[in-house]
T-cell receptor, first 117, second 114 residues
Framework: AQTVTQSQPEMSVQEAETVTLSCTYD???????LFWYKQPPSRQMILVIR??????QNATENRFSVNFQKAAKSFSLKISDSQLGDAAMYFC??????????????FGPGTRLSVLP | GAVVSQHPSRVICKSGTSVKIECRSL??????MFWYRQFPKQSLMLMAT?????????EQGVEKDKFLINHASLTLSTLTVTSAHPEDSSFYIC??????????FGEGSRLTVL
């Protein structure tokens, strides 16, 4: 079974600075998807960024980018120019190809990010 | 992104009563929806996978008679907590997958059983 690990339960960053959240996963599949979700205090889960395993290029969404290392099974999230609104719980998630396992996601335990003014 | 609406956002009920939570995909059809439970400061725990027109698939340890799931249409799935007890108090979140493979979440429902 696939597992997702986030080794940093809590992180903090100064406003306007850059922070990197770590995520590693374990799978025997070669084709899969990886995601970062954000859960602010409102508890609404928000998709931050996604990466297809077959793509070598790292995904980028404005201030958010990932460092995807397939061989190392690592998928870190970098937040640049951190803003107060970035404070939230961040979950790394793995998803198998739909033709094999439907659309079930496996979530990591989460990293709580604090942004200091 | 796609919109998933969950209702009610908060519900308080007496022990022994049943509570229904609705999850709707507002701008896309979702053949599969997922129901999660989240305890304080923890990650999401998948309870069941809801498939339109068929029985839900429950995760190990989740009582299907306690947590009834119905996915009657491509845009609506419901979770009914039957004979609720205080230990059922939790945050319940639904999600729906898109053809592109992304998962969008409802706003969540906080259930408090007195």
């Amino acid at each position: 079974a696939q597992t997702v690990t986030q080794s940093q339960p809590e992180m903090s960053v100064q406003e306007a600075e850059t922070v990197t959240l770590s995520c590693t996963y374990d799978t025997s599949e070669s084709d899969y998807y990886l995601f970062w979700y954000k859960q602010p205090p409102s508890r609404q889960m928000i998709l931050v960024i996604r990466q297809e395993a077959y793509k070598q290029q790292n995904a980028t969404e404005n201030r958010f980018s990932v460092n995807f290392q397939k061989a190392a099974k690592s998928f870190s999230l970098k937040i640049s120019d951190s803003q107060l609104g970035d404070a939230a719980m961040y979950f790394c998630a793995y998803r198998s190809p739909p033709h094999r396992y439907g659309q079930n996601f496996v979530f990591g335990p989460g990293t709580r990010l604090s942004v200091l003014p | 992104g796609a919109v998933v609406s969950q209702h009610p956002s908060r519900v308080i009920c007496k022990s022994g009563t049943s509570v229904k939570i609705e999850c709707r995909s507002l701008d896309f059809q979702a053949t599969t929806m997922f129901w999660y439970r989240q305890f304080p400061k923890q990650s999401l725990m998948l309870m069941a996978t809801s498939n339109e027109g068929s029985k839900a698939t429950y995760e190990q340890g989740v009582e299907k008679d306690k947590f009834l799931i119905n996915h009657a249409s491509l845009t609506l799935s419901t979770l009914t907590v039957t004979s609720a007890h205080p230990e059922d108090s939790s945050f319940y979140i639904c999600s729906a997958g898109t053809v592109a493979g992304e998962l969008f979440f409802g706003e969540g429902s906080r259930l408090t059983v007195l």
